[in-house]
Structure formats: structure tokens, C-alpha cells
């Protein structure tokens, strides 16, 4: 039985979601041709998952998450960040303009924080209980 979750995340794939993954993977690839921004690559990439297939998920720090999560973090906003939150902001601007794409433009307001510090996060079900994952359990 289709659920309103998987009706959003087919509009999402097809208005926005396929442009916003494909953003994450280029600047995946080109973390990943750096040997040093390998683990920035692999985060793009696991955002790059989270933009084609949102809803039903949400983003909850991660508990071993240290120092060096923060200062990635930084360097992340200067070299990627901005640029995919820039592209998240366009994005929304886009969606707002119908009616059926204000959910969508929220949606995709939602991701600039990660967007622009993904390290020291993870993308987890927002069905399950935060508290399996190291967060406070809202549910």
C-alpha cells in the first residue's frame, strides 16, 4: 500500500531529488580524487542517498562525533558546502512557486544544515526511536 511518505519521495525524485543527489555525487568524486578529503567524499555520498529518497528519514548527530568532526566541518563549508547549500536555497525558491512543491521547498530548507556540516552525522529511519542511534528519544 502506497503511503504519503513514498507519494512525496517520487514527486522529490522526480522535481528535485535526481539534480540534488547528482550535486552531492560530483562533489563525492571530487573529495574522492583528493586522497585527504576521502571521508568528506563519503559523506557527500551518503547525502547524495538522503536528497534522492528524503522523507521517512531524518538527521540526528552522531554520539562519537569529536573534534575532528568540527573542524571537517569547516573546511567542508568553505570547499562544498556553501555551493550545495546555495544549490538547496535555488532549489526551494523553485518548489515554492506551486503549490504542490511548498512541502517539497520545506523539505528541502531542511537539508541546508546538513548540507553544510555533514560530518558528525547520520541519516537514520524517523520511524525508529532516536534513542537507538545516541539521540533523545522524541517518539
Not at 513514498?6 to 568524486?29: E, H, P
Not at 574522492?32 to 528519514?57: M, N, Q
Request: a positive charge.
Amino acid at each position: 500500500m502506497w503511503s504519503v511518505k513514498t507519494l512525496l519521495n517520487l514527486i522529490w525524485l522526480v522535481l528535485a531529488g535526481f539534480w540534488l543527489a547528482l550535486g552531492y555525487v560530483v562533489a563525492g568524486i571530487i573529495c574522492c580524487l583528493l586522497i585527504v578529503t576521502i571521508p568528506f567524499g563519503i559523506a557527500s555520498f551518503r547525502i547524495a542517498g538522503y536528497a534522492l529518497w528524503p522523507f521517512g528519514r531524518t538527521v540526528v548527530d552522531k554520539p562519537t562525533a569529536g573534534a575532528w568532526s568540527v573542524i571537517g566541518n569547516v573546511i567542508w563549508i568553505v570547499v562544498a558546502g556553501i555551493w550545495l547549500a546555495i544549490e538547496h536555497l535555488v532549489t526551494a525558491i523553485a518548489l515554492f512557486v506551486t503549490i504542490i512543491g511548498i512541502p517539497l521547498a520545506i523539505a528541502n530548507l531542511k537539508m541546508i544544515p546538513i548540507s553544510l556540516m555533514p560530518l558528525g552525522k547520520q541519516i537514520v529511519p524517523s520511524e525508529r526511536g532516536f534513542a537507538a542511534y545516541g539521540g533523545p528519544d522524541r517518539g
